[in-house]
């Protein structure tokens, strides 16, 4: 299964560099956009995926309904499309496989930088082949967060304010406007911490199992029947600070 994803991946890699003089926008609505090169790419992974006889979750599917199978793909063919559309480089693939509420395995496509993340429950993370590990930073005032607003977050003064105060406590913030690639980040020890309110399960599908596998800590919390996630991810050691600062 890891090997069907991985090639799902890179055909959905090829796809996105036919698009890249022209996105191709079909919606810009309040703070998403949706783009051709999105509807592709999911086109041709599911072509990949199919054959499994697996259900399919995806950012791009209005079939999704309310409860997760016990065995799914869960995939976002292009996360970060805002990034995309203007050339930002940081946008990539994510292919995800579930199993009773947990991933098993994960890939994820860093497009523009040609990099490949994979990972299988109990196998350890790798990028490019090569084991990746968190970071070994234990304080919160040296950590690195990398965090994000996402598309169906939480914009008001208040929230925004609160959670201002949090981040505080970092050395620095990183934002890229891509969790996946955001997670990736801090499985291969760059970052230290990531957290998001509100983001997409299929955003961070494949990414929380690549933080576990390089020797991580994660949480993870459904907002009611929706497909929004409370989510943080880091290294063990500084994982409790994390989750007292930054779980409401």
Aim: with cysteine; aromatic share 10%.
């Amino acid at each position: 299964m890891l090997n069907i994803a991985e090639i799902a991946a890179q055909a959905a890699v090829n796809v996105a560099f036919e698009f890249n003089q022209d996105a191709g926008i079909v919606s810009s609505r309040d703070k998403d956009i949706k783009t051709l090169a999105d509807e592709k790419m999911n086109d041709v992974i599911y072509t990949h995926l199919l054959p499994t006889g697996i259900p399919i979750i995806s950012e791009e599917s209005n079939r999704n309904g309310a409860l997760i199978p016990f065995k799914c793909w869960i995939i976002d063919p292009l996360d970060g499309t805002f990034n995309f559309t203007r050339a930002y480089p940081f946008y990539g693939v994510s292919i995800s496989l579930w199993e009773n509420d947990k991933p098993v395995i994960g890939v994820v496509k860093d497009i523009s930088n040609s990099i490949g993340y994979s990972v299988e429950k109990g196998c350890g993370a790798k990028m490019n082949g090569k084991p990746i590990h968190v970071s070994t930073i234990e304080l919160l005032k040296n950590a690195v967060l990398t965090t994000g607003f996402p598309s169906g977050g939480d914009y008001s003064t208040d929230y925004l304010l609160s959670f201002v105060t949090s981040v505080q406590k970092f050395k620095k913030i990183r934002a890229i406007g891509s969790a996946a690639l955001m997670l990736c980040h801090v499985a291969q020890g760059i970052c230290d911490v990531y957290y998001e309110n509100d983001i997409y399960l299929w955003d961070v599908a494949a990414g929380l199992l690549l933080v576990e596998e390089a020797g991580g800590k994660i949480y993870l919390r459904r907002k009611g029947n929706t497909w929004k996630y409370e989510v943080l991810a880091s290294n063990a050691l500084v994982f409790e600070q994390a989750s007292e600062l930054l779980i409401k």
